[in-house]
């Protein structure tokens, strides 16, 4: 049984398209979060959401919108591709927010290869 | 300048040589986290730690709370070991995770 899934697992597209990607867990976590890893490897939050609730916003375009129907499912949608969008996209989930100790393990989606032409 | 550092960035080993691989931060954190990146992309949690020392098969972490440094160590290394390793830190409030740049291992046959 696949913990966390992401579809689709690659997205090639136009510069200027708007695109979604999808991601479901499985595994009753609370939070949510995705993740951005640019060419060079380095991994950089995006977005959190515990419950269904935004708790993490970082400083992303305002294209990129995150939306969580229920807290098992956390989609990312981008409006008006552009070229730096090309990137891997992870999505993680983790039990809990802020919980007690901090020991929580964040597992993390087979990730979204996102080319932008 | 990253809140954390690793180093090595880039290490080759041969097979069956002990490896480390160091990570620094400058803030406060409540846990860090050791992750795994495959060659096929998939990453993987190793280690969750706040202190002390954790241990998994051939794989050891350490954090020394006070120093703000932390080592994941490989013993007996083997070429399937190959791959990237990351080290993240969990800030003091809310479950943001700050990643490193990684480390790439090269464990040779």
């Known amino acids: 049984d696949t913990a966390v899934s992401q579809t689709p697992k690659y997205l090639v597209t136009q510069m200027g398209n708007d695109k979604s990607i999808k991601c479901e867990q499985n595994l009753g976590h609370d939070t949510m979060y995705w993740y951005k890893q640019d060419s060079k490897k380095f991994l950089k939050i995006m977005f959190s959401?515990?419950?269904?609730?935004?708790?993490i916003n970082e400083t992303v375009p305002n294209r990129f919108s995150p939306k969580s129907p229920d807290k098992a499912h956390l989609n990312l949608h981008i409006n008006s591709l552009e070229l730096g969008d090309s990137a891997v996209y992870f999505c993680?989930?983790?039990?809990?927010?802020?919980?007690?100790?901090?020991?929580?393990?964040?597992?993390f989606g087979p990730g979204t290869r996102l080319l932008v032409l | 300048k990253n809140e954390v550092e690793q180093s090595p960035q880039n290490l080759t080993a041969q097979e069956g040589e002990f490896i480390t691989i160091n990570c620094s931060y400058s803030v406060g954190i409540s846990a860090l986290h050791w992750l795994q990146q495959h060659p096929g992309g998939g990453i993987v949690s190793l280690f969750m730690l706040s202190s002390g020392k954790k241990k998994h098969g051939r794989l050891i972490a350490t954090i020394n709370i006070q120093e703000k440094h932390s080592s994941l160590h490989i013993t007996a290394s083997h070429p399937r070991d190959s791959a990237v390793y990351i080290c993240?830190?969990?800030?003091?409030?809310?479950?943001?995770?700050?990643f490193g740049a990684g480390t790439i291992l090269r464990v040779k046959s």
């Open positions: 993240a830190v969990k800030g003091e409030y809310g479950n943001k995770l700050v």
């Open positions: 959401y515990n419950n269904k609730e935004l708790i």
């Open positions: 993680a989930s983790s039990q809990g927010y802020l919980a007690g100790g901090g020991e929580e393990t964040q597992y």
